[in-house]
């Protein structure tokens, strides 16, 4: 069965998450797995970041991402939506700043003690993790 991520079932266990986990290829090929805050849409979930941290530089040198989102503690009541795809950075435009308007609502108001605000940094940026392949287990339909 291919699995996409504007499937009903993946959309509503995301809707359910504060935090997944972004992993990304170091220089040397070895990953790097980092909580993130995120939003997701029909067809890709949407990231920010500091620019200069590792996951940024690991994905402007190699778009290839797997974000995991996961529930439970114990097998039987284990629910997990994995996705495998590439970054694509988003330059400053309208939408940009709708998704930040996005993760303002969405985390507020962390994110707005972090920003000092309601602007996003200029030393922020926001990516998209484009899915090619996206598999779950657990979730009900």
């Not at 993130?36 to 040198?61: P, Y």
């Not at 308007?101 to 920003?115: C, S, V």
């Not at 602007?119 to 090619?132: E, K, L």
Request: hydrophobic fraction near 45%; aromatic fraction near 6%.
């Amino acid at each position: 069965m291919t699995e996409r991520l504007g499937d009903a079932a993946i959309q509503r266990f995301l809707a359910t998450r504060e935090v997944v986990v972004l992993a990304t290829v170091q220089a040397d090929g070895s990953p790097l797995a980092m909580p993130v805050w995120f939003l997701h849409g029909l067809d890709a979930l949407t990231l920010i970041s500091e620019d200069d941290t590792q996951k940024v530089r690991n994905l402007r040198r190699d778009p290839r991402a797997c974000v995991v989102a996961d529930a439970g503690t114990r097998i039987a009541d284990m629910r997990s939506v994995v996705i495998q795809g590439r970054a694509e950075f988003l330059p400053e435009s309208k939408e940009r700043q709708a998704l930040a308007r996005a993760f303002l609502e969405r985390y507020h108001p962390d994110l707005e003690r972090r920003w000092g605000g309601r602007a996003m940094p200029p030393d922020r940026v926001m990516f998209r993790i484009v899915p090619h392949r996206v598999r779950s287990w657990g979730l009900s339909t």
